[in-house]
């Protein structure tokens, strides 16, 4: 258990709907990060907020956004959907912005299905 | 257009022997590398990682090369055994704090 937890577990929702996804970094850990991992992929850099600020942003879709609070969760939010965003995201949290070691620790992801 | 990519989608192991997994990149940027393992329906662990000015990291039976002028990383899993049977990662850092990830080796060690 890495302490990171995300909710939902599974979410299957419709084309053109709207989701939000929940993230609670571990006790302490300042920096949450947002990957996208679709079938057979590797894992996509979405977004990263630190202390309730972006940090640093990937490929993520105007679509797409996120936010942390200021009790540190992040929730990224999915509209419009399509077919495509299907995928399991991901939700990351370390104790710095930078992280020097490299070390983030991942949550067990929601899997989203959009039909 | 992938910067990072584990051209083996699979490696099959005996028990005991060396598992070696590789990783290319092209970014030259590129100051941090980190291995994850993924098991199913869990999220990635990391295991070892290197920093851009070394070439070998070290940590029980995981050892990560990285080889600069090759754009390559490799870690070597010695002995392998049967609980190393997942999904590995290679990810690398680049100057604005953005991580990138291959697309995974399924490794199976075989008791």
């Known amino acids: 258990d890495s302490g990171v937890t995300q909710t939902p577990k599974h979410l299957i929702t419709a084309t053109g709907q709207r989701v939000t996804l929940r993230c609670s970094p571990r006790?302490?850990?300042?920096?949450v990060y947002w990957y996208q991992q679709s079938l057979d992929q590797g894992l996509q850099f979405l977004i990263q907020?630190?202390?309730?600020?972006?940090?640093a942003k990937g490929n993520i879709l105007e679509r797409f956004s996120a936010q942390q609070f200021p009790d540190l969760h992040s929730e990224l939010n999915l509209s419009s959907l399509e077919l495509g965003d299907s995928a399991l995201y991901f939700c990351?949290?370390?104790?710095?912005?930078?992280?020097?070691?490299?070390?983030?620790?991942f949550g067990p992801g929601t899997r989203l299905t959009v039909l | 257009d992938q910067q990072v990519k584990q051209n083996s989608p699979s490696l099959s192991v005996q028990e005991g022997r060396i598992s070696i997994l590789n990783c290319d990149y092209t970014?030259?940027?590129?100051?941090?590398f980190l291995w994850y393992k993924k098991y199913p329906a869990e999220g990635p662990t990391f295991l070892i990682s290197?920093?851009?000015?070394?070439d070998k990291n070290e940590d029980g039976r995981f050892t990560v090369f990285l080889n600069k002028s090759a754009k390559h990383l490799s870690l070597h899993i010695v002995p392998s055994q049967p609980g190393d049977s997942a999904v590995y990662f290679c990810?690398?850092?680049?100057?604005?704090?953005?991580?990138?990830f291959g697309s995974g080796t399924k490794l199976n060690v075989k008791p």
């Open positions: 006790s302490g850990d300042l920096s």
């Open positions: 990351a949290s370390s104790v710095r912005g930078v992280v020097a070691v490299g070390e983030q620790f």
């Open positions: 907020y630190y202390n309730g600020e972006e940090r």
């Open positions: 290197i920093s851009s000015i070394k």
């Open positions: 990810a690398a850092r680049d100057n604005f704090n953005k991580f990138y």
């Open positions: 970014n030259s940027m590129f100051d941090y």
